[in-house]
């Protein structure tokens, strides 16, 4: 481990985390809506949503970056309005992994909640409760296993994403390097000792987040609090 530049393993976690707690913001009502609700073009919608599961990443990447990129109107007004750059920047690279992870989380939540028996809901709005309390007193707190089980898995995936971010937030050693890039840049340049180190630690945390999904399930399994 000595001599071992751990700046792309912070970045990683850094841009995981920040990912998967705005995928959660996004995804949670989007699932919601999505599950409890019928509208023209919902499954549409849900296509659209569930598209960088099967998308290249790299083709996703390109895509945000005709969305981002300071050619485009929306990276225009964002740099010169608000003074915010996302093309090689580790925002980016936030960017990059919200899109690529919000699939799992909304897929996962939509499935919870749809396993969330409606009498309840319907009891609740009989006795006049509002659409918010219900999500927060009753949708919420018995799907919350399966959307524990797809936010970890959505931070999985954005903690190992290569693709996008490297399309959106280049190769930057120090300010843009993720764990997958570092890893690609030492294979490239034949330091496979230092690319095996990565790799044995990115493997492992993988490892326990699988483990950790896996007990998981057994639990939710024994508690079937959502049918």
């Known amino acids: 481990m000595k001599g071992i ?3 792309p393993l912070y970045l990683s976690f850094k841009v995981s985390f920040l990912a998967t707690f705005l995928a959660l913001l996004i995804g949670l009502p989007l699932a919601w809506l999505l599950a409890k609700k019928n509208w ?4 549409l919608l849900d296509a659209a949503f569930t598209l960088p599961m099967v998308l290249p ?3 996703l990447g390109y895509y ?6 300071r050619q485009s109107a929306v990276g225009h007004f964002l740099e010169t309005r608000l003074g915010i750059s996302l093309v ?3 925002e980016g690279a936030v960017l990059a992994a919200t899109i ?6 909304i897929k996962s939540a939509r ?8 009498n309840l809901e319907d009891v609740a709005r009989s006795l006049g409760k509002g659409e918010i309390t219900i999500f927060f007193t009753i949708s919420l707190p018995l799907a919350w296993r399966g959307i524990v089980a797809g936010t970890i898995l959505a931070w999985a995936r954005a903690l190992g994403d290569f693709g996008a971010t490297l399309m959106v937030a280049g190769n930057i050693p120090g300010k843009t390097q993720t764990m997958s890039i570092a890893i690609y840049d030492a294979v ?3 330091n496979f000792s230092l690319a095996n180190t990565l790799v044995a630690i990115i493997t492992v945390i993988a490892l326990l987040t699988l483990w950790s999904l896996n007990r998981l399930n057994r639990k939710i399994y024994q508690f079937p609090l959502v049918k």
């Open 100 to 105: 690529i992870s919000l699939p799992l989380i």
């Open 57 to 59: 990443p790299t083709v």
């Open 111 to 118: 499935a919870a909640f749809e396993r969330v028996d409606p």
């Open 188 to 190: 490239v340049a034949g």
């Open 88 to 90: 090689f920047t580790w």
């Open 5 to 7: 530049n751990f700046f």
């Open 64 to 69: 945000l970056l005709l969305v981002v990129g």
């Open 40 to 43: 023209r073009g919902k499954e």
